[in-house]
Nanobody, 123 residues
Framework: VQLQASGGGLVQAGSSLRLSCATS????????IGWFRQAPGKEREFVAH????????TYADSVKGRFTISRDNAKNTVTLQMDSLKIEDSAIYYC?????????????????WGQGTLVTVSS
């Protein structure tokens, strides 16, 4: 199983970025995917989640209304559209596969963490 996040970069506050998560090696269509992020010196935190079958989405309060998670089952990819970016959104972003049911915001629910992609938002 492999998940690879891409699309990060350096942008100004208020702008947008689109992150992609390419997956392989498992039944993507029925699997749930989460996005997490980790800023320097901080703990890894939940950002967004999309379920496998119905595509139900859940967001952290800090990104609700600004970020949109979606999936393309034909391409085995998940996208995180990030709008109205803030300096505090700067972090390494990871897409991960939900492997257990300890709560969608719990790190313990996820497996196959990849390298992540760096997002830097400047003023």
């Amino acid at each position: 199983v492999q998940l690879q996040a891409s699309g990060g970069g350096l942008v100004q506050a208020g702008s947008s970025l689109r992150l992609s998560c390419a997956t392989s090696g498992y039944m993507f269509q029925s699997g749930s995917i989460g996005w997490f992020r980790q800023a320097p010196g901080k703990e890894r935190e939940f950002v967004a989640h999309i379920s496998g079958i119905r595509g139900t989405t859940t967001y952290a309060d800090s990104v609700k209304g600004r970020f949109t998670i979606s999936r393309d089952n034909a391409k085995n990819t998940v996208t995180l559209q990030m709008d109205s970016l803030k300096i505090e959104d700067s972090a390494i972003y990871y897409c991960v596969r939900q492997a257990h049911n300890y709560g969608i915001q719990s790190l313990d629910s996820y497996a196959d963490w990849g390298q992540g992609t760096l997002v830097t938002v400047s003023s």
